[in-house]
């Protein structure tokens, strides 16, 4: 097995930090299977070229990339390799940001790029062909969400052909847009923005529009998943109503109306909106006396007292999830947002518009007077530690919005604006805000301490600070800037497909930058406010490149699905069963005579291999071996290592991102790339003590979020089995640990590394 | 005037961070803190401002005004900060190195030599500290350690301060209904170093904490009760903080020993107090300590009184003005501060007002002189000793 090393300067980005050099020489040294070279950017063209033409020159069966971290460029060297030899005979060595950059000391980051390497190149040596197979897909789509993130991306699917099923919450699809008066930049009517958009997705053939419907369970795979999707009753029967709204003007009840944000009241059969899609009436039993009334006067007979919960199943090739964002609610803290005086962002957005309960009148609701000083209050519940430390981006803007309106059409009323930072980047953007100025709106630059509730009038404690003057601001009427967060709807989606979050709770994209609306998991797609804060133009923005994304998926009748998956070894196989019990993916299968791995459902998370009483059930990467001969390879270079398995989803990428912030990690910390935390079976966990280990860690998703459903739960079972073991071998369980943490929290990664290091110090 | 980049510091910044972290530096000057400054409330001082200039290195500027002298140390902008900024900290830091670079507040000079002399910041001479007991059955436990239930830790103000001395009575009142023997230090009793901290000397602190340690553990008890907010979280909380020694007593404020008392039936109360009173929070006893109920529970038990809140109270209260050195060095803002309070209180429509806390006490009884107030000022402890039968 000869195998070829290619270590990268990456300018002075590795170079800077770890002697290139020296590393070439010492793996030159070790014998004739083993060939080092070095670059100055590996993954330049002439990068390449040097893999390439080395693989054919020496007859490499294997090679190793000595570079940044694979989450980088690791398509761009398994597609260079790939070109020659099989496209998985080849491991990295993460030496720029798990330890260049991590590793001050040039002396140190030499040494602990030494044992990196050598880890790759001993699990290069078992690295094997992997073949792949073709699957058929199905050609629909499903939407999850119908806000215009949701309906502008089944718009653009459908254009390219698609056949889409839209599944929504409420009554009606729309979203929160269509709650609103006017949107920024353009200060246009929102509801003439969106109902022909509403129109379009109503009337289109390929479109089936599921309300009042949620997504309980996701199985299958890319290319073919089967939904349940639970559709509450309507009470109203879908077919028959006309939305004449004979029952509404009839209804006896009179309740606050969820729709109107509190701000007006609704019938217990009612429709959100005149442009409702679909425009159906709907009975909300909860308010609803059963006095029989509307059955009475319902020509159409539509009235369906006794329609039950529907649950149904679909088939499709790809997911998009567009659940969009709710405010954070401030009742009960400094900002009293319980104060009949105090609005949120939506409560006035409700009584602005024109067919809304005030008649787009702006009125106070404790007295219905018009107000004379009315503050908006900025960064309400985001930046800010106690809430949410994100800036919820689109506030400053919504905030202008509202102050220029209201300004133009009452120029005697005073309005002020409370704010830290006006955060107005956009196209136009900065333009809007200099006319608010300019209209006579009174910026305070000072964030709002408190607000004091006065009888009906509020105090707000603010400081001026561009005066240095505290200033008590009195009001009659107030306006939160609440801060945005993941709806309750995508905090679900999360859960049930299994899509990462961030430490915002927001889903997260497998790459912020590069990879914007995709997940980790292919055919699983997220965009619009399900992601992060922004305003209407993003959504639109993010539709189309998702729809772009999802048809370039689904175009061909077939996809490949490389086989990086599990084998079982019929040899040794004693046929229990337990592999299939344990598989959530139903990926094998049995003919009652030997149990087989299906393929096409195999998520290659490796779960198996660990509960398999006789090891006959391993991955075909990332293999039982495999991973234990890299221990060894760095247990060589350094006997006294903490080994730290990484799952690839949240784990690896937390350590990734500890180096890209610099931060100060002991060089005694070597990361082994896992797939998930539940692949790590005991003996990887004990193994390395036995080579003189210093400690072992898990680096896993946190609880309940990780992407294999249930890996890092079956991992802790797995150590605290392991701590006993160690234990009683004297050696200690406190020098194995599992630690959670999200993809987004590198502080956390490099907190678990800090206090490995001083476990295994004590 | 312009400053000159030479007097940018920044040098003296990564210093202070390098000692009491690097929150000042996230500081993204949103003037949350100011706003409910009490000290910017009555004066020019900006605590806002002051996190600028640290992250700015400007020290001389910092050293030659009287800025840093004017907080409270209510730890109200700390509570509030939304990124988590340490202002307190960073206030008493640079308080301290204004003093090392030769830039004290001459105000405070009389009770920096009065600590070094006497161990007290009054100018009182020690055995003066054993006269406000005489007569009371009270045990001396630097002569007989071990001799008493509990020790009661004074506190200097209450010490030598004779209008507060019904309220020190009243303590050993309350505890001896309870069968509690009362012990003290007696003259050993020293300053618990708070307040020449506070005011910039570390040093003078250091020393004093360390005799306090031991002088507390030595005393043969097992649980030390304060009336003095100030001395039980010094003691309590920035003792642990600087690292000055382990102290075996449990600590805990005189209204939460009591509290427990009554909660356990050890204390009758058998006289109507006709009073409609209000209670204010002490700074150091509620946003320092977290201690907020137990002086509740102890008026709410009170036969025959009303108890009224004030708007803000408990996490919120506004600061009455009497800390951090604030009244030595400019009492006319300390008593202005503790007349706003006052307007507060009176606002509920009580006639007494209450506290636990020895600063408080003194502080307000000057509000309430200076506002020509008709409320009475009693200390919890004071409420309670009247609702005892003789
Ligand atoms: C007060 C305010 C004013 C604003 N004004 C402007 C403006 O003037 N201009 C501008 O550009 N932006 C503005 N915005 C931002 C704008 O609202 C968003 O950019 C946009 O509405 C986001 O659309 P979306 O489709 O991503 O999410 P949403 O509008 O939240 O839509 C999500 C949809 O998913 C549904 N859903 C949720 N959970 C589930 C589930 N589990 N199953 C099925 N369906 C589910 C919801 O019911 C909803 O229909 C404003 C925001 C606020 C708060
Ligand atoms: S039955 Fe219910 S929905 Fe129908 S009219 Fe009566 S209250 Fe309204
Ligand atoms: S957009 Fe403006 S108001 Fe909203 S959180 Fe950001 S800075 Fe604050
Ligand atoms: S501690 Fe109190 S007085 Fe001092 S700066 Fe903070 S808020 Fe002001
Ligand atoms: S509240 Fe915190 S961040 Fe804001 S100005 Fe004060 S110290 Fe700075």
Redesign the pocket.
């Known amino acids: 097995m000869k195998i070829g090393v290619f270590i990268c300067f990456c300018g002075n980005n590795i170079g800077g930090y770890v002697n290139v050099p020296e590393l070439t020489d010492y793996f030159n040294t070790l014998g004739d299977d083993v060939i080092a070279f070095n670059t100055t950017f590996l993954c330049s063209e002439i990068g390449q070229d040097l893999i390439k033409d080395k693989i054919e020159e020496l007859n490499l069966d294997a090679v190793v990339v000595a570079s940044c971290s694979p989450k980088h460029h690791g398509s761009i060297f398994q597609n260079c390799i790939g070109e020659k030899i099989n496209q998985y005979r080849w491991e990295f060595a993460n030496i720029r940001e798990q330890c260049a950059w991590t590793t001050p000391n040039k002396k140190d980051a030499t040494e602990k790029a030494k044992a990196i390497i050598m880890g790759a190149i001993e699990k290069a040596k078992l690295l094997k062909d992997i073949g792949s197979t073709r699957v058929p897909v199905t050609k629909d789509v499903l939407i999850?969400?119908?806000?215009?993130?949701?309906m502008h991306a089944s718009l653009e699917l459908t254009d390219k052909g698609f056949h889409v099923h839209m599944?929504?919450?409420?009554e009606t699809?729309?979203?929160?847009?269509v709650r609103?008066d006017?949107?920024?930049p353009t200060d246009d009517c929102a509801m003439c923005t969106s109902s022909p958009i509403l129109a379009d997705v109503a009337m289109n053939k390929l479109i089936d529009i599921y309300s009042l419907?949620?997504?309980v369970e996701v199985k299958g795979r890319p290319g073919e998943y089967k939904i349940k999707i639970v559709k509450r009753p309507r009470y109203v029967d879908e077919k028959k109503c006309t939305a004449c709204g004979e029952c509404t003007s009839h209804c006896p009840v009179e309740v606050w109306s969820e729709w109107d944000e509190g701000m007006g009241l609704r019938a217990a059969i009612f429709k959100p909106l005149a442009q409702a899609v679909p425009l159906k009436n709907r009975i909300e039993r909860d308010s609803c006396i059963r006095c029989g009334t509307c059955e009475n006067v319902c020509k159409a007979g539509a009235v369906l007292y006794d329609d039950t919960e529907r649950e149904f199943e679909i088939t499709v090739g790809a997911i998009l999830v567009?659940?969009?964002?709710e405010?954070i609610d401030l009742t009960n803290t400094e900002y009293h947002q319980e104060h009949p005086n105090v609005l949120t962002?939506?409560q006035?957005?409700r009584i602005k518009v024109p067919s809304g309960p005030t008649a787009g009148e702006i009125l106070r609701p404790s007295d219905g007077k018009m107000p004379e000083h009315l503050v908006f209050v900025q960064c309400a519940g985001s930046r800010d530690r106690r809430y949410n430390v994100y800036c919820s981006k689109?506030c400053c803007?919504?905030a202008t919005?509202n102050a220029r309106l209201i300004k133009a059409e009452n120029p005697h009323m005073k309005i002020s604006v409370c704010y830290i930072d006006m955060r107005t980047a956009g196209r136009g953007y900065e333009e809007f805000f200099d006319k608010a100025r300019e209209m006579g709106i009174n910026y305070i630059r000072g964030n709002v301490s408190e607000i004091v509730p006065d009888g009906e009038d509020l105090i707000l404690k603010v400081e001026d600070t561009f005066t240095s003057e505290p200033i008590d601001v009195r009001a009659d009427m107030v306006v939160l800037s609440n801060g945005?967060i993941p709806?309750?709807?995508?905090k679900?989606?999360s859960s049930v497909i299994h899509i990462v979050s961030g430490a915002d709770k927001f889903l997260a994209p497998v790459h912020v930058k590069i990879a914007p609306v995709d997940t980790a998991s292919k055919g699983i797609y997220i965009a619009?406010?399900?992601e992060a804060p922004?305003?209407?133009?993003e959504?639109i923005t993010d539709a189309g490149l998702v729809a772009s994304r999802i048809a370039t998926f689904l175009k061909d009748p077939e996809i490949e699905i490389d086989l990086t998956t599990s084998k079982i070894n019929p040899e040794v196989c004693i046929k229990c069963g337990t592999c299939a019990e344990n598989c959530v993916y139903d990926a094998i299968e049995t003919s009652g005579e030997f149990y087989e791995v299906r393929d096409v459902s195999c998520q290659a998370c490796g779960k198996c291999s660990v509960t398999c009483p006789t090891n006959a059930i391993d991955l075909s990467l990332f293999s039982e071996d495999q991973i234990i001969k890299q221990v060894d390879g760095i247990l060589h270079e350094d006997p006294d290592a903490i080994i730290g398995y990484c799952c690839y989803q949240c784990g690896y990428n937390a350590a990734d991102l500890a180096g890209t912030a610099k931060a100060n990690i002991d060089p005694s910390i070597k990361v082994v790339l896992v797939p998930c935390s539940g692949r790590v079976t005991m003996q990887h966990m004990l193994y390395p003590f036995f080579k003189g280990a210093k400690g072992v860690f898990l680096a896993a998703c946190l609880e309940g979020q990780c992407h294999y459903i249930d890996g890092n739960l079956q991992a802790k079972e797995k150590v605290a089995l392991s701590k006993k073991a160690l234990d009683i071998m004297g050696v200690g369980g406190r020098k194995l640990n599992l630690f959670n943490m999200s993809s987004a929290e590198g502080p956390k990664f490099v907190a678990a590394a800090k206090r490995m290091v001083e476990i295994c110090q004590e | 005037m312009v400053i000159k980049q030479e007097e940018m510091d920044l040098e003296f910044s990564k210093k202070l961070a390098s000692e009491i972290g690097e929150s000042f530096q996230k500081c993204f000057q949103c003037g949350t803190c100011t706003a409910r400054c009490p000290a910017g409330n009555v004066s020019q001082y900006r605590v806002r401002k002051l996190m600028r200039m640290a992250q700015l290195g400007l020290k001389d500027k910092i050293f030659d005004s009287d800025e840093i002298w004017n907080c409270t140390t209510c730890s109200t902008c700390k509570i509030l900060c939304p990124w988590g900024v340490d202002t307190l900290s960073t206030i008493l830091k640079l308080r301290a190195e204004a003093v090392k670079a030769g830039h004290p507040l001459k105000k405070h000079d009389p009770l920096v030599k009065s600590l070094l002399s006497y161990d007290n910041p009054w100018l009182q001479p020690r055995n003066a500290r054993t006269k406000w007991y005489k007569g009371l059955d009270v045990v001396d436990l630097s002569k007989n350690p071990g001799e008493a239930d509990v020790l009661y830790y004074v506190g200097c103000t209450a010490t030598f301060d004779k209008r507060l001395w019904n309220m020190t009575k009243a303590v050993v009142k309350v505890l001896g209904m309870a069968g509690k023997t009362v012990g003290v230090l007696g003259k050993e009793e020293k300053c618990c170093g708070g307040t020449v901290r506070g005011v910039g000397h570390p040093d003078i602190f250091r020393s004093l904490a360390t005799r306090n340690v031991e002088d507390i553990n030595n005393a043969g008890v097992d649980t030390v009760i304060f009336s003095c907010p100030g001395c039980l979280n010094t003691i309590m909380n920035t003792y642990r903080k600087e690292e000055i020694g382990e102290i075996r007593p449990k600590l805990m404020h005189v209204v939460e020993y009591v509290a427990e008392l009554i909660n356990e039936g050890k204390i009758k109360l058998d006289k109507d107090v006709k009073r409609v009173v209000t209670y204010h929070d002490p700074c150091h006893l509620g946003k320092h300590c977290e201690v907020y109920e137990p002086p509740r529970e102890i008026l709410k038990a009170v036969p025959g009184l009303k108890f009224k809140e004030m708007d803000f109270v408990k996490v919120n209260s506004w600061c009455c003005g009497a800390g951090g050195g604030l009244k030595t060095a400019f009492p006319d803002r300390a008593t202005e501060l503790s007349s706003n309070r006052l307007e507060q209180a009176e606002k509920t429509g009580a006639d007494t007002i209450t506290s636990a806390c020895s600063f408080c006490y003194q502080n307000l009884l000057d509000g309430l002189v200076v506002r020509k107030s008709k409320m009475e000022m009693k200390d919890v402890m004071e409420i309670l000793a009247e609702a005892i039968e003789e």
């Open positions: 999850i969400g119908g806000g215009i993130t949701g599944v929504e919450k409420k699809i729309g979203g929160n847009m609103f006017r949107v920024f419907s949620e997504v567009c659940t969009g964002y405010l962002g939506f006035l957005e689109i803007m919504y919005k945005l709806s309750q709807g995508t679900d989606m619009g406010t399900t922004k305003p209407i133009q959504c």
